[in-house]
């Protein structure tokens, strides 16, 4: 047999190999990340449940899923163990202050005083604001002979006694 044509078949056992041990890296990981988890860690299951792990056994965890509600899973339900912050974030929803990791653009926020900075907002704010009318009129006012024209060209419904057969 010639090399050309075991080449094809190489290639493809080749592929399967990198294939298998990718899979097998990203297992490791997930148990890894399963017995990392401790009493207190925020949790999501691979069903999307979040709660708080309160008791991590050999094959199973005892989940904490709100005031009086304690669920047994397998290990392998968890999904991902998640950050102190993550968890608060997505659960409690207590955002991270991003305010105080933010540098301003420009240098007039750090020397402007809340109450400047309050009244430039409102004037600009006046001054930006239009009267807009969107056609809608009051209950006591009447129709304008637009809208009485489109009226009278509109085709009137029947009953259903239609010529249509």
Not at 64 to 71: C, T
Not at 96 to 102: F, G
């Given at each position: 047999m010639s090399l050309v044509t075991l080449?094809?078949?190489?290639?493809?056992i080749g592929a399967m190999i990198l294939m298998t041990r990718?899979?097998?890296k990203k297992q490791q990981q997930a148990v890894d990340m399963r017995n990392q988890m401790q009493p207190g860690?925020?949790?999501?299951?691979?069903g999307g449940m979040y709660a708080t792990v309160k008791e991590v056994n050999e094959d199973t965890v005892l989940l904490?899923?709100?005031?009086?509600?304690?669920?047994l899973f397998a290990k392998n339900a968890i999904g991902a163990v998640l950050?102190?912050?993550?968890y608060n974030r997505i659960v409690h929803g207590i955002e991270?202050?991003?305010?105080?990791?933010?540098v301003p653009d420009d240098a007039s926020s750090l020397t402007e005083s809340p109450a400047d900075s309050d009244e430039s907002a409102g004037s600009a704010?006046?001054?930006?604001?239009?009267?807009?009318d969107l056609g809608k009129k009051d209950?006591?006012?009447?129709?304008s002979q637009d809208a009485a024209e489109a009226k009278a060209e509109e085709p009137k419904k029947t009953d259903g006694d239609s010529d249509a057969k």
């Open positions: 080449l094809p078949f190489i290639v493809l990718s899979a097998k860690s925020g949790v999501r299951t691979i904490d899923a709100g005031p009086g509600v304690e669920l950050s102190d912050d993550e991270h202050d991003l305010k105080s990791d933010v704010a006046a001054s930006d604001e239009t009267h807009v209950a006591g006012e009447e129709p």
